[in-house]
């Protein structure tokens, strides 16, 4: 299996990706192409159940579309039976459509509009995290119908914020103080918005939800959250006599992006966090809530990998030993990875089509954009020539998802490759899709 430590090899050498010739489907599909192993996907998103249902009684593992959502990643999470995070009309329509049961929909986002919330209230979505009191109030209105339409109510959870600043790159940092994401705890706006959610008709209130941060490579910062949510059930149950029905610790594990890289295993993270929440229960004598998470990086990145066709290279001057620089330039870049622009991510690479050969140079990968769209800042690989397929692992999460037409480049395609065989799952666009709703 491809990871940052090992990739498997075909006979001719070529990297393999779910079977399949990474060589091949370049050749079939072009570059940029974004390949993801499917039987990893799945595999993930077995693990993260098992891990959690064989500890703890009553949980739901929701993967966080936002990490990567097409009509067929839709259709996958269904099929593993894990519920899914949506969080803007884009995402709930897209999972609407690829016929994902509402009912184990989860809604998003920190200034829903009325179009989204009458969307996912009329389609019945399971639930919806409210995250502000203004956005309550809207929802109220939304929402006062269904009693009378014989519905039941709109089940609702309220987004808090923890807390915890975890250790992660300040932009996604999310459970910190200050944060534009949930209600304060400390203010009591948090407790205000449970007060509304009980009383208002229309509404169910079941439970309360903390996100700390993404990429966090063990469970200090959902741990500190957990215990802050917990403290906050305590006060939720004096103050209105409820109990915390469901209890949301968000996603946000990390993954390793580099070699030698180490991250909690899904596995020992579900056991302190399970761990700590059943004596965190006990000691404030309380019953045990519905345990929810909602990881999307953890599910999704490991499992793709992005090809591209290296074109010019050119060795730069610079004041820096060894005195030179070599640029290897490839055929895509920020638009469809921003992530080392928005937060320097880092990533390796290597050349799918000689895989096996010794990385002996220290090369620069940049990208095709007007910008300084640089991939990676040093990597070795064997002595570069154009046309070489280069691979960059670990590029599942966060990547087509982000994906722009900057420069007008059309985005790329996205194929699943499982057990030999790849399925094109999102078309690359043209460059009569570029134009398209230019008016
Ligand atoms: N849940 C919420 C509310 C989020 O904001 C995010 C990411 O930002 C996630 C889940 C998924 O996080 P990750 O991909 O780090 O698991």
Not at 50 to 68: C, H, I, L, N, T
Not at 239 to 245: A, F, Q, S
Not at 328 to 350: C, E, H, I, K
Request: hydrophobic share 45%; glycine share 10%; proline share 7%.
């Amino acid at each position: 299996m491809l990871t940052v430590e090992s990739r498997p090899l075909t006979a001719a050498g070529h990297l393999e990706i779910g079977g399949c010739d990474a060589v091949a489907l370049a050749a079939e599909y072009g570059t940029p192409l974004y390949v993801l192993d499917e039987g990893r996907i799945r595999e993930r998103c077995r693990t993260w159940r098992q891990a959690f249902e064989s500890r703890y009684p009553s949980v739901d593992v929701e993967y966080a579309g936002k990490a990567f959502l097409c009509l067929a990643m839709a259709r996958l999470v269904d099929e593993e039976g894990l519920n899914l995070d949506v969080a803007s009309a884009g995402e709930l329509y897209t999972a609407l459509q690829a016929g994902f049961p509402p009912a184990r929909l989860v809604l998003h986002g920190n200034n829903k509009s009325r179009l989204e919330l009458e969307m996912a209230v009329g389609a019945g979505v399971g639930r919806i995290v409210v995250d502000n009191l203004a956005e309550l109030d809207l929802l109220a209105g939304v929402a006062a119908t269904l009693p009378a339409a014989g519905r039941p109510p709109q089940e609702v959870l309220i987004r808090v914020i923890p807390g915890v600043d975890p250790h992660t790159h300040r932009r996604i940092r999310t459970g910190q103080v200050d944060t534009k994401f949930g209600l304060s705890l400390t203010s009591g706006a948090a407790l205000d918005a449970v007060r509304q959610a009980v009383g208002t008709p229309g509404l169910l209130f079941t439970g309360i939800h903390g996100h700390v941060g993404s990429n966090l490579h063990d469970a200090t910062a959902h741990l500190q959250a957990l215990e802050a949510m917990l403290d906050f059930a305590v006060a939720i149950r004096d103050e209105t006599g409820l109990n915390v029905e469901e209890l949301n610790l968000g996603g946000g594990l990390g993954v390793p992006y580099l070699p030698g890289e180490s991250v909690l295993p899904v596995d020992r993270f579900a056991a302190a966090l399970t761990e700590a929440l059943v004596e965190g229960l006990a000691v404030r004598h309380l019953p045990q809530p519905r345990l929810l998470l909602e990881p999307g990086r953890a599910i999704v990145a490991e499992a793709g990998v992005t090809l591209y066709t290296v074109g010019a290279i050119k060795d730069v001057p610079v004041p820096e030993a060894p005195g030179t620089r070599r640029y290897v330039a490839v055929d895509g870049g920020m638009s469809d990875n921003p992530r080392p622009q928005l937060y320097d991510a880092v990533y390796t690479a290597f050349l799918a089509n000689r895989a096996g050969e010794t990385p002996d140079t220290e090369v620069r990968i940049a990208g095709k954009h007007c910008e300084t769209d640089v991939l990676i800042g040093s990597v070795a690989v064997p002595d570069p020539r154009p046309g070489d397929l280069l691979a960059v692992p670990v590029t599942g999460a966060y990547t087509y998802a982000m994906a722009s037409n900057y420069n007008r480049l059309p985005r790329p395609a996205v194929v699943f490759a499982r057990d030999g065989a790849a399925r094109l799952v999102v078309r690359r666009e043209t460059l009569e899709d570029l134009i398209r709703n230019d008016a």
